[in-house]
């Protein structure tokens, strides 16, 4: 259900008539509304939403019309209000679209990331795998990273039509998992080397106390054939000091492989691609270079 925040005198017949309606899941457009009552609407709904009794997830967007009018959002009011909410522009059937949105994210995370946790979501938008917009190695990078920032995986394909390829990218139940890790901590583009974007985020398990690891390598260049990029666990700051296994969870025929924190990993890139490695902390010391 898509409804707008208009009379804030409507909005307590509009929460009671979802729940009778028995709504799972209301988005709140800001279309025609007055930016400067948003935080009064978007909080008002929420508290008569609870009031039904019934649980509708609730999408906000005050946000996306805040922020490109320089306006910062309330975010620990959002977090206490909403389920998830719009940040930045709408998504269109493009990659040039989908690379701004995760370019403001990246800029913006230091402020963002840390409302984001379970409950709570910054929203990127609509995932537009299987559309026309993209092709398969851009469908498997915006599951990636969107899987890394613990988005809200909402599909925006035609299930009657879409390809089997990309059907797979959307059932990839690895690729999920990282989203819906169960810490709920979005994840951060934390280097970038030779037009690559790695972005890392925190997933369980945790071993001798050290968390486990995404990591989405994000290519941006366009030379037209496959880039061979090394990195270390140190370069992303990750020092478990038994080193880490590495596991390519897009291609199940690499075997797992030891690493240690200063040894390089060689990935290979697709133009404009993606590789997902989940990085397990070891128990024991080894000395093994990985190579994929």
């Known amino acids: 259900m898509r409804g707008y925040p208009g009379s804030i005198d409507h909005l307590k017949t509009d929460a009671d008539t979802f ?53 910062l959002p309330n975010y620990t009011r959002l977090a206490e209000t909403c389920n998830l909410w719009r940040n930045w522009d709408d998504i269109d059937d493009a990659w040039s679209n989908v690379t701004n949105i995760l370019r403001w994210f990246s800029e913006n995370q230091d402020r963002i990331a840390k409302f984001s946790a379970p409950g709570h979501w910054n929203d990127p938008d609509m995932l537009i795998i299987g559309n026309y917009g993209l092709s398969y190695e851009q469908s498997k990078a915006q599951m990636t990273i969107w899987a890394i920032m613990a988005a809200p995986l909402i599909m925006s394909v035609d299930l009657r039509t879409i ?67 090394n990195f270390t666990m140190l370069e992303l700051n990750l020092t478990h000091i038994y080193g880490y296994t590495i596991t390519d969870l897009y291609d199940s025929t690499i075997d797992p492989q030891d690493v240690d924190i200063d040894q390089l990993i060689f990935v290979r890139v697709k133009p404009t691609g993606v590789v997902l490695l989940k990085a397990t902390p070891n128990s024991s010391n080894v000395n093994v270079t990985v190579i994929l």
């Not at 059932?171 to 994840?187: E, F, S, T, W, Y």
Request: one cysteine or more.
């Open 19 to 71: 729940a009778e309606w028995g709504v799972d899941y209301l988005k709140l457009d800001g279309c025609y509304s007055d930016v400067d009552q948003m935080e009064e609407g978007y909080g008002k709904m929420g508290q008569y939403l609870n009031e039904t009794g019934r649980p509708i997830v609730y999408s906000c967007s005050q946000p996306a019309y805040q922020e490109p009018d320089g306006i």
């Open 163 to 229: 390809e089997p390829k990309f059907k797979d990218i959307l059932l990839n139940k690895d690729i999920i998992a990282v989203d819906q890790d169960p810490m709920g901590i979005q994840g951060r583009l934390v280097l970038k080397k030779n037009n690559m974007d790695i972005w890392t985020k925190p997933i369980l398990p945790h071993i001798e106390g050290s968390d486990s690891y995404a990591i989405g390598i994000l290519s941006n260049r366009v030379d037209g054939y496959p880039y061979r990029l």
